[in-house]
């Protein structure tokens, strides 16, 4: 008996190890088509490449088109007693959101704010790839550091607008500041969206590859939240030799290692989290919940973009509710159970209207809702991306309502070189935009030590 019991015991041990070494072992990294074309297949071959200067124009046909529709919905039943965001954004609460985006928002003033930075065009792959782009002015003993950072959904560049002011001027403590690039990803706002399937993260890491070489920078820090921090860690994956470094507001790691402690976690806690950390990760019950809860319109978006894509495009109310609603909640959790969801709280009006006119003027929220679906494609998913490590130095910026949460002992299985955390008790999903001096301060912060880490490897290495 003691012996079978030692058999199935040793046996299972085996095929653990088995399966977490062949998890862990180190997989080559795929070459993907740096040229693969996304535009019109008649403009093979007539690509301009020059880079253009783009200005946001919100034009009078579609503004007067906007307010019509604002005024002419029908009327929203009313929501449950006593209810405030549980159901989806409160229908008592969208009136007043209509009437100011109809009435009060003031379209030009808006345009020429949405234009204070320099923003450009140009065509990579096929396709009209946006991007603002600001090099700032500064004396010679100054650094100028290129970064590319990069929006999510439902964001857009408009996240950023209260950041970049922040990283493109001398700061205390630092020699250095940054010449931004701030693309929009192809279907989302001003760029191009792909005419064929198949552009999802990994694509979109080499389009934004080819923009920085375009731009003359071989090699560039990277920084992203949401699809922007899938976007830079799947970058520092394919091209470690070009990221000098990588800040992420949504670290995370899916490399089969990470699960298994994550897993072993939920028995033995304190052997992966730190005590007072514990509760972001466990009970994993309360993750599962979460997810149920609030990602039913990642698996709607993933696969049936363009059906749910119909009433959004087609209604600015609709857009409004859909895309607030994640504002809302993912914010701050709690937010859902107040009447008006806690929007206001953090965010202006304008602001995040500006975001919603991003979506709603360039006609890109169902281009945009088809990256979920790119991304679970058997193609992408085949690339195991989550499995290869990479070895750029990274950190992550984690704030107390991001949707997840890893230590560094989970996300180091992928990210060989995390340089460092920083864990906020505050803040949520969409950072830059909410806490933008919080936010710019950590980018600081993880490039000085980007840049004392190259130093010590520089030398070890002679
Ligand atoms: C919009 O803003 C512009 C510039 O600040 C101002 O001249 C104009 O009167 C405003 N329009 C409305 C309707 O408030
Ligand atoms: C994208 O898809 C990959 C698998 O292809 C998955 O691991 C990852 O979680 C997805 N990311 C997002 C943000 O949906």
């Known amino acids: 008996m003691g012996f079978l019991v030692k058999v199935v015991l040793v046996a299972a041990l085996g095929a653990a190890a088995w399966y977490y070494f062949k998890g862990c072992c180190p997989k080559t990294i795929p070459k993907l088509d740096n040229n693969e074309w996304w535009g019109p297949k008649e403009l093979v071959g007539k690509q301009d490449s020059s880079i253009k200067p783009f200005k946001v124009k919100f034009d009078e046909a579609m503004i007067k088109d906007l307010k ?10 009313p929501p449950l007693e006593g209810v405030g965001f549980e159901y989806g954004f409160n229908t008592a609460q969208i009136d007043s959101w209509i009437s100011y985006w109809a009435d009060k928002y003031n379209f030009s003033e808006r345009e020429a704010f949405l234009n204070k930075f320099p923003h450009f ?4 792959q096929g396709l009209d790839i946006h991007f603002i782009r600001i090099k700032p002015e500064v004396p010679k003993d100054v650094e100028v550091l290129p970064l590319l950072m990069i929006h999510g959904w439902p964001g857009s560049v408009r996240e950023f607008y209260e950041a970049i002011p922040l990283l493109t001027r001398q700061t205390a403590g630092y020699n250095f500041v940054f010449e931004l690039i701030v693309p929009s990803i192809p279907g989302y706002g001003f760029s191009d969206p792909a005419v064929r399937p198949g552009l999802g993260m990994p694509q979109v890491a080499v389009i934004f590859r080819n923009l920085m070489n375009r731009l003359g920078h071989k090699k560039f820090y990277v920084q992203g939240g949401d699809w922007g921090a899938g976007i830079v860690s799947v970058m520092s994956t394919l091209f470690p030799e070009d990221i000098l470094g990588h800040h992420s507001n949504m670290l995370f790691s899916q490399h089969t290692c990470s699960m298994v402690r994550t897993f072993v976690g939920a028995f033995f806690p304190s052997l992966i989290v730190e005590e007072h950390l514990a509760s972001r990760m466990y009970p994993l019950s309360s993750f599962f919940a979460y997810v149920l809860e609030e990602f039913g319109y990642m698996h709607l978006q993933a696969t049936k973009p363009d059906t749910i894509g119909v009433p959004l495009t087609d209604s600015p109310a609709g857009l409004l509710a859909y895309i607030l609603e994640k504002f809302s909640t993912w914010t701050k959790k709690e937010y859902k159970f107040k009447p008006d969801g806690g929007l206001s709280n953090r965010f202006t009006k304008d602001q995040l209207i500006d975001n919603l006119m991003i979506y709603w003027s360039t006609n890109s929220i169902t281009t945009s809702m088809r990256f979920y679906a790119e991304n679970f494609s058997h193609k992408i998913m085949s690339l195991g991306l989550d499995q290869i490590t990479t070895a750029v130095p990274t950190w992550g910026l984690q704030a107390k ?20 955390t920083t864990v906020l008790d505050d803040g949520g999903h969409f950072l830059a935009f909410e806490l933008p001096q919080v936010f710019a301060a950590d980018v600081f912060k993880a490039v000085k030590a980007f840049k004392e880490w ?3 490897n520089k030398k070890t290495e002679l």
């Open 454 to 456: 190259h130093q010590t």
């Open 121 to 124: 065009k140009t065509n990579i």
């Open 401 to 420: 309502e991001e949707l997840m949460y890893q230590p560094p002992n989970v996300l180091s299985t992928k990210f060989t070189n995390l340089i460092g």
């Open 68 to 77: 019509l529709r604002l005024k002419n919905h029908r009327a929203f039943r």
